[in-house]
């Protein structure tokens, strides 16, 4: 058969699904119901047809009618299961070997990593075990010095010692002075965790960052920018920079640098970042948890004191979807950030978005156009919403859910809590 009747196929089955749909006696509920229960199955039917053809001979989802029909509560999440266990497929098939040989390729850059396991042995946890991303010093120097405090930042892990998991300690792909908040690095974190999570049974929900001097720098930037990923993070030794706290909100964050590290002013600029968490946390009770110590008689190295860390970040896990999100642009932009999308992000812009009941409101400065995503673990998509932005309601009714969304999420993010089945486009200055 020609490839263009293969990637046609779902299509023309769409189409004959619909005319039977059209005839089933149950296809005129949508006119007492949100949701058209025969064409809601029907579409995951559909679903499952164009899963089962290889993925290289698939037409774009987006393409297919029956990925923008409304879906039932029930519907839905058969599909989220349907895609979750196609991508987890071809996560196995893609990243196998990159995990094995302990090396990963994005965007023609490389990164090598080495792993420490702690408690793995038996089947694992019904749970999920955690992960810790541990992040080496160095930077702006010879490779053989920032190797050295890679193979340094792997030795570490016997005093850090998790109470369970892995701990990861990558190398950095560059040996530049900003060597883990180049642009880059993102990807790469955001694909370690996509594969650990499937290959390695590790709980999104259960995944913190920590790193030591030009690595501590690397927590101060990818903490906040990366929120979403983390159940909370621990700093050490490092430097700011340009970073902004804002997006702290959901995340414990913990600092620790000596009190004689004068170096940068990092033992200052630690104390101002844990006053300015302070005053976060007291402008929003039930955000910011943080934790700060400068340790007393001690320089740059602080004699393992810092190990304290590891206990106080395994109190938490995350929270994909919580109540209050707080999100500034850095100039490594993005575009989702927990149940958000900037379609159009911009350096430096804030949204600040609350979710109370079957409410939710936005503000945001210079954010350009958001989406709300929603599921059905945050409210129930069968009752009416309102979304008003910057004191206007822009949207009030049913949001739908659909395959398109679910696909979509499930592309982007890589991770099962961060699914959402509908989505609401606000638009903004």
């Known amino acids: ?42 579409a995951v039917q559909a679903l499952a047809l164009w899963l089962d053809a290889p993925r290289a001979k698939r037409a774009p989802i987006w393409n297919e009618g029956f990925s923008e029909v409304p879906l039932s509560k029930t519907d839905s999440e058969q599909a989220r299961q349907m895609l979750w266990a196609d991508h987890a497929s071809f996560i196995r098939s893609r990243s196998s070997a990159e995990m094995e040989a302990k090396e990963i390729e994005v965007d023609s850059m490389r990164m090598k990593f080495e792993t420490v396991d702690f408690g793995g042995e038996g089947a694992i946890p019904a749970a999920g075990r955690s992960l810790f991303l541990s992040l080496h010093g160095g930077g702006g120097a010879p490779p053989e010095v920032n190797e050295s405090q890679w193979r340094n930042q792997i030795q570490l892990a016997a005093a850090y010692r998790p109470s369970e998991g892995i701990y990861l300690a990558p190398r950095a792909p560059t040996n530049a002075w900003n060597l883990w908040h180049e642009a880059h690095i993102d990807k790469f974190f955001e694909r370690i965790i996509e594969n650990m999570i499937v290959l390695q049974g590790v709980n999104p929900n259960r995944v913190y960052l920590l790193g030591y001097s030009a690595g501590g720098d690397g927590v101060y930037q990818l903490a906040p920018r990366m929120a979403d990923r983390w159940a909370a993070a621990s700093m050490m030794a490092g430097h700011p920079n340009d970073a902004s706290p804002l997006g702290l909100r959901n995340i414990g964050f913990a600092i620790h640098v000596g009190a004689s590290d004068d170096a940068y002013n990092r033992n200052k600029i630690a104390e101002e970042w844990g006053a300015k968490l302070d005053g976060l946390e007291k402008a929003d009770p039930g955000g910011y948890a943080h934790y700060t110590e400068l340790h007393a008689g001690k320089g740059h190295w602080m004699d393992l004191e810092d190990k304290k860390a590891i206990p106080w970040m395994e109190k938490f896990t995350r929270n994909p979807l919580p109540d209050k999100i707080a999100w500034h642009q850095s100039p490594v932009l993005h575009s989702c950030f927990y149940w958000l999308k900037a379609t159009e992000p911009r350096v430096g812009a804030d949204v600040f978005a609350e979710r109370t009941g079957e409410k939710i409101t936005l503000r945001a400065t210079v954010a350009g156009p958001l989406q709300v995503r929603l599921n059905d673990a945050m409210l129930d998509l069968d009752h009416p919403l309102t979304v008003t932005r910057d004191g206007k309601q822009v949207f009030s009714g049913v949001a739908r859910r659909t395959i398109s969304t679910l696909a979509a999420t499930i592309d982007e993010r890589g991770d099962p809590f961060l699914i959402f089945s509908a989505e609401i486009r606000t638009e903004g200055g």
């Open 1 to 42: 058969m020609p490839a263009h009747h293969v990637l046609n196929r779902p299509r023309l089955i769409w189409a004959a699904i619909c005319l039977v749909a059209s005839l089933h006696p149950g296809a005129r509920a949508a006119e007492v119901t949100p949701v058209n229960l025969a064409e809601s199955a029907h």
